[in-house]
Structure formats: C-alpha cells, structure tokens
C-alpha cells in the first residue's frame, strides 16, 4: 500500500478527506499522512509553503506531486531529483478563464465609468464592440489557452505569444523573442499567463510596454516578476497604459506601502485568480498516483531545463 506525504500543512483541512475520497475512486488503497520517516515515503503532496525543502532523504519517492501549477519556488531545488508533477486542475482553469474574461469586460464595457460615478455625470460614451479590441494573450499553456479561447468566443481577435510554434483554429499565434514584438504591438488588452523562469522575467518593462495600443489594459494572474513594476508605474502615469488589474506580485501579500495600492488605475486582486479546488485536484493527484502504481507515465511532468 503506498504512502502519501501530505506536505501542505495549511491545506491539510481541505484536503484531509477530499483526497481519500478520491484515491478510492481511482481505486487505489493508500495511506496519507502528514509526517513520515522520509525512507517510507512514496509520493509526496507539495506546496511551496511547506516546510519541506530538502527532499534528499525521500530516496523511495516515485513523485513529487505540486498542488500549485506555478513551480518556480521548488523547480531548482538541488535537493529534488524525484519527478515533479504540477497542477493542471480543470476547476483552477474554469476559475481562471473566468477571472480573465471578467477583467477583460469590465475594462472593455469601461465598467467603472458608472460604477464609480460619484457627479452622476451621464455620460452615453458608447464603447466598442468586441471584435474592435485586439486582445494579446502571453502565454497558451493550460491557462492561456483557455482563457483566449474564452476571449475568442466572446468575438474579441485575440493573438497569443508561446515559446514554441502553435497553430491554434480562431487565433492568431506568434512564438519565440522574435514574435513578441508583433504579438503585443497595438493590442488594447495584454494578459499575462506566463510561467515565472529566467525567460520570462521583465517580459512587460519599458520597451514592451510601450508596444501596445496607448490606454491598453493590462491584466497580470501569471507572475509578479513579470512585469517590471517601476515601468509599469510610468506606463500608467503617462497614460501608455490605462488601467492594470494584477493578481500576483514580486512580494505577497502586497506590502502595504507599495505604490499599486494607492494607483488610482491599478486594481490589486490578492492571487485569487484561480485557486486549486481540493476535489477536482484531489481526482488529478489521484490518477497520477494510480499512474505510478501501474508504472504509467505522470501527467504534467515538470521539465526541468524549461523550469516549468
Ligand atoms: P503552462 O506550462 O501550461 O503554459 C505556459 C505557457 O507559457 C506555454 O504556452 C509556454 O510556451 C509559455 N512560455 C513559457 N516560457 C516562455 C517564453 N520564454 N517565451 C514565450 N512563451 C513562454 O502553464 P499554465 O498555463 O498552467 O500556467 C501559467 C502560469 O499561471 C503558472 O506558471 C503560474 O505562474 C500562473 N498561475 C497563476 C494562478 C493565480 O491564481 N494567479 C493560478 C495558477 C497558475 P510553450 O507552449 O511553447 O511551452
Ligand atoms: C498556482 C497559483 O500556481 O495558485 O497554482 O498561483
């Protein structure tokens, strides 16, 4: 019978029934715990605010199974050379489809103009409709692929920027250094669901955000690091870049003196963008150890030279 390691104290309360549930689904009898002599050990559940860093002495671990789809706190872990799995969870998709749609309307339809509309000003300012708003999206992984297939439908044009070639139906798609620049020139939304590696830090700073359309939304649920905050705050004070909506920060929480609380055109939303939900992830961690016990492939292996 396997033994699972539950890292993940502060999840273990969502977890500590959902995850049985679905081992036994899968039809897997195994153990869970949430401590264990590291030589026992055959699958470890992670977060990457456990307090476990060294995974040196798991030398039975089949897997290293992230509950987070972001890998870069653990990716170079000298310690890790078990396989890592992330998280691909169709619930965290739904809910990050929904916060980028939603984001992406309420700066498309200008939303706050009347929301916030303090001298009850009527202003019948008609905004465009979607297919006039080019709408970049950076990176068609699991994420960004969902949510400018969702942006597609809702008749937006929607260009998408990836490391390697796709030709994706109702997209327009350019990869590599050399597409970035044709990607974001003229776009009115820039979303970013890109992981966070050496490629991609600083992807938006100041030369590149100076490519989209002037009064272009951003919308950042990837990574903090991949925007260059002090450009972004210039873009936003000369008016390039009209309104940020941000998830996700170099420091999190949000220290409190940091100048995108104050921004009056900056929305501060506390990396809730898609959170992973313990019952369908708990069926995804399920399948992969069902995977291990049948000497099965993983899913969503991690690729340690890309680092995610
Ligand atoms: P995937 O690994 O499925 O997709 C990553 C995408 O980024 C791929 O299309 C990949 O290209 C592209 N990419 C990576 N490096 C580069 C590069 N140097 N240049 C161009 N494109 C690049 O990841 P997910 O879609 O599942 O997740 C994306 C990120 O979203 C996560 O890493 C995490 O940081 C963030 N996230 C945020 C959450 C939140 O609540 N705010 C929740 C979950 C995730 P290619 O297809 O060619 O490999
Ligand atoms: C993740 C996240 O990577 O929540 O799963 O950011």
Redesign the pocket.
């Known amino acids: 019978m396997p033994l699972i390691l539950f890292a993940a104290p502060a999840l273990w309360p969502e977890y500590r029934d959902a995850l049985p549930r679905a081992l036994a689904q899968a039809g897997i009898s195994a153990q869970v715990v949430t401590e264990a002599d590291p030589h026992a050990v055959d699958y470890i559940v992670y977060a990457p605010s456990a307090p476990l860093q060294d995974f040196a002495p798991f030398v039975r671990t089949r897997a290293v199974l992230s509950l987070?789809?972001?890998v870069e706190r653990v990716v170079r872990n000298p310690t890790l050379t078990q396989p890592l799995c992330r998280?691909v969870d169709p619930a965290?998709t739904e809910g990050m489809v929904e916060w980028v749609t939603g984001h992406a309307l309420r700066f498309h339809l200008g939303m706050d103009r009347h929301i916030v509309n303090p001298g009850r000003l009527w202003d019948p300012t008609t905004p465009p409709i979607a297919r006039e708003r080019p709408v970049t999206v950076l990176g068609l992984g699991e994420l960004g692929l969902a949510a400018a297939r969702a942006l597609a439908a809702l008749n937006f044009p929607v260009r998408g920027w990836s490391r390697t070639e796709k030709h994706i139906q109702g997209l327009e798609t350019y990869h590599g250094e050399d597409g970035l620049d044709a990607a974001l020139t003229g776009a009115q939304i820039v979303i970013t669901l890109l992981p966070r590696t050496p490629g991609t830090d600083n992807i938006l700073n100041a030369r590149t955000l100076a490519l989209p359309a002037r009064g272009a939304a951003v919308l950042n649920p990837g990574r903090g690091p991949l925007i260059d905050d002090d450009a972004l705050l210039a873009a936003l004070d000369s008016g390039q870049i009209g309104q940020a909506t941000l998830d996700?920060f170099r420091v999190e929480p949000l220290p409190a003196d940091h100048p995108f609380w104050a921004h009056p055109k900056v929305t501060v939303t506390p990396?809730i963008a898609?959170?992973?939900r313990a019952d369908s992830a708990s069926a995804v961690l399920a399948e992969n150890i069902r995977r291990g016990e049948a000497g099965e492939p993983f899913l969503h292996l991690v690729d340690r030279a890309r680092g995610y």
């Open positions: 987070w789809a972001g998280m965290l996700v990396h898609a959170d992973t």
